[in-house]
């Protein structure tokens, strides 16, 4: 219709019904359309939203085929649909293609690259972005410190993690619960008591209470250090806060069960009795 009143759709007409043809998941209809677009970050999206990644990687190769460069858009989108796939050589592969293609990294790239190193575990990488970004006067957000924060967290990384915390604060970004539930997991796991204490007490005065994994992790650092007394405090805190206790919370409890003192085992009969109620 536009063509009957001497009109002509440009780049973002097309962009705009490729976007909207792939929201309604006419994937075929979006592609029919894909050769009269000159910009291809609509269709990447598209795929990446689809959760198909080779989709992402496949317009990449056509777009190179064609002699056509990807601006920082495109390449933002790609390191971001190759980081939610979990493929951090792709992610290091389209990161130097923009240092080659001699385009300036800005703070969506450097955030990309923080989101798949954490999701990937790669620590070495994601600390080097992350000490970039500082160098470069990026600041970083709640959302990037707690995903390099649970990554210290599954890598044990302790020290670094504490020093990215206290980064955190002191450039003004304010924990949230997922940060703080990852300082008392990272703690919690090498038996420094009262490091989570301390951070448990920072959380209460944030305004914040335990959730489940929290909860878990304090299970989990009390029975290690045989403080069956905090134990069963922590245990009867589910009910305090109306929490339904997980396989994780349960399983556990009952490691720490078992491994606890003849002489300590009488303080933990209710929770033997409550634990059957949740646990079977």
Request: contains cysteine; proline residues 3%; negative net charge.
């Amino acid at each position: 219709q536009m063509s009957s009143f001497g009109l002509e759709p440009y780049d973002v007409t097309f962009s705009t019904m490729i976007d909207s043809y792939g929201r309604a998941g006419n994937v075929e209809k979006a592609l029919s359309l894909y050769d009269h677009a000159t910009t291809f970050s609509t269709l990447i999206r598209i795929y990446k939203v689809a959760g198909n990644f080779d989709g992402c990687l496949n317009v990449s190769e056509e777009m190179k085929a064609l002699g056509v460069k990807p601006n920082l858009v495109i390449y933002n989108i790609l390191l971001d649909a190759m980081g939610r796939a979990k493929r951090p050589w792709q992610v290091k592969k389209f990161y130097q293609d923009i240092i080659d293609n001699g385009l300036s990294p800005s703070f969506v790239t450097f955030a990309a690259l923080l989101h798949a190193y954490g999701r990937a575990r790669y620590g070495d990488d994601a600390f080097k972005i992350y000490r970039e970004m500082k160098e470069k006067g990026l600041g970083l957000n709640v959302v990037l410190y707690n995903s390099i924060l649970a990554m210290c967290a599954d890598l044990g990384h302790v020290d670094k993690a504490v020093e990215i915390f206290e980064d955190m604060k002191s450039s003004g970004i304010k924990p949230d619960s997922w940060t703080f539930s990852s300082m008392i997991t990272i703690f919690s796991c090498c038996g420094k008591v009262s490091e989570v204490e301390n951070t448990l007490n920072e959380m209460f005065e944030a305004g914040f209470q335990p959730n489940i994994f929290i909860l878990t992790s304090l299970i989990q650092c009390y029975g290690k250090a045989q403080r069956i007394d905090d134990v069963v405090k922590t245990f009867n805190r589910i009910f305090e806060l109306v929490i339904t206790p997980d396989d994780r919370f349960c399983g556990c409890l009952l490691n720490v069960m078992t491994q606890t003192p003849n002489e300590e085992l009488s303080k933990l009969k209710t929770i033997e009795t409550k634990n059957h109620l949740f646990c079977g």
